[in-house]
C-alpha cells in the first residue's frame, strides 16, 4: 500500500480564495483524521470520520472550514475564503481501529499539505 | 484538560550517545500513548504504541516506557546516529465522550545528532 496519500503537497494562494485540500486514506482504515500543525499550537485535531460519517468536528475553527468523505478512499477540506491566519502544514491520518473495545490501532500519516495564505 | 509537555524541546548530542527524552501528560486516564518521529517536510511516523495496561514497548534502539500514575512517558534511543535527527512527538489517546477517542499531540523534541 503506498500509504495515505494527500494532495498537493504545497499550495499558496491569496486571502480569500479558495482552497481544497484532498486525502486518499489506507485502503481498510475505518478512520480518516484532519490534523493542522502550526508551531505556535503544534498538532491539533480539526475533524475526524468513521466510515465516511464525521464523528467530532469541534476542531474545525470556524464555518469558513469544512469537510467532507463521500466514501472510503476520498476526504476533502475546504477553507473557504481563506486567511493568512490559515497558513499551517495540513495532515490527513487514518487508522485501522476495527471497534471500540481497544482503541490500540496505531495512526498512519500523510506527507501534509504545506499551506500559504498570502 | 489535557496537557502533554516534551522536555527538553530540543536536543543535540554527538554520534553513539545515549538519550532520553520525556513526555509528561496531565491527566492519567488515557487508553494509549504513541511515540512519533517527524522529518522536516514529512507526517508522522509512528514508532512506539504503548497500552494504559503496559509498562514498556522496545523496537530495535528505541525502548518507550509509560508511568500512567505520574504521568510520564520516556523514550529512550540507544546508541543514537546522524538519521535519528528529527523531531519526536509523544501523542496519549484520550477518551472522550461516547464511542470516540482523541489523540493530544505533545509539542515535540527536535533531536539532532552530530555525527
Known amino acids: 500500500d503506498a500509504g495515505v496519500i494527500q494532495s498537493p503537497r504545497h499550495e499558496v494562494t491569496e486571502m480569500g480564495q479558495e482552497v481544497t485540500l484532498r486525502c486518499k486514506p489506507i485502503s481498510g482504515h475505518d478512520y480518516l483524521f484532519w490534523y493542522r500543525q502550526t508551531m505556535m499550537r503544534g498538532l491539533e485535531l480539526l475533524i475526524y470520520f468513521n466510515n465516511n460519517v464525521p464523528i467530532d468536528d469541534s476542531g474545525m475553527p470556524e464555518d469558513r472550514f469544512s469537510a467532507k468523505m463521500p466514501n472510503a478512499s476520498f476526504s476533502t477540506l475546504k477553507i473557504q475564503p481563506s486567511e493568512p491566519r490559515d497558513s499551517a502544514v495540513y495532515f490527513c491520518?487514518?487508522?485501522?481501529?476495527?471497534?471500540?473495545?481497544?482503541?490500540?490501532?496505531?495512526?498512519?500519516f500523510g506527507s501534509g499539505t504545506q499551506l500559504s495564505v498570502l | 484538560k489535557q496537557e502533554v509537555t516534551q522536555i527538553p524541546a530540543a536536543l543535540s548530542v554527538p554520534e553513539g550517545e545515549n538519550l532520553v527524552l520525556n513526555c509528561s501528560f496531565t491527566?492519567?486516564?488515557?487508553?494509549?500513548l504513541q511515540w512519533f518521529r517527524q522529518d522536516p517536510g514529512k507526517g508522522l511516523t509512528s514508532l512506539l504504541l504503548?497500552?494504559?495496561?503496559?509498562r514498556e514497548q522496545t523496537s530495535g534502539r528505541l525502548n518507550a516506557s509509560l508511568d500512567k500514575s505520574s504521568g510520564r512517558s520516556t523514550l529512550y534511543i540507544a546508541a543514537s546516529q546522524p538519521g535519528d535527527s528529527a523531531t519526536y512527538l509523544c501523542a496519549v489517546l484520550l477518551p472522550y465522550g461516547g464511542a470516540t477517542n482523541k489523540l493530544i499531540f505533545g509539542t515535540g523534541t527536535l533531536l539532532a545528532v552530530q555525527p
Open positions: 491520518a487514518s487508522s485501522p481501529r476495527t471497534g471500540m473495545v481497544l482503541p490500540n490501532e496505531k495512526l498512519f
Open positions: 504503548i497500552q494504559s495496561s503496559q
Open positions: 491527566d492519567s486516564a488515557i487508553y494509549n
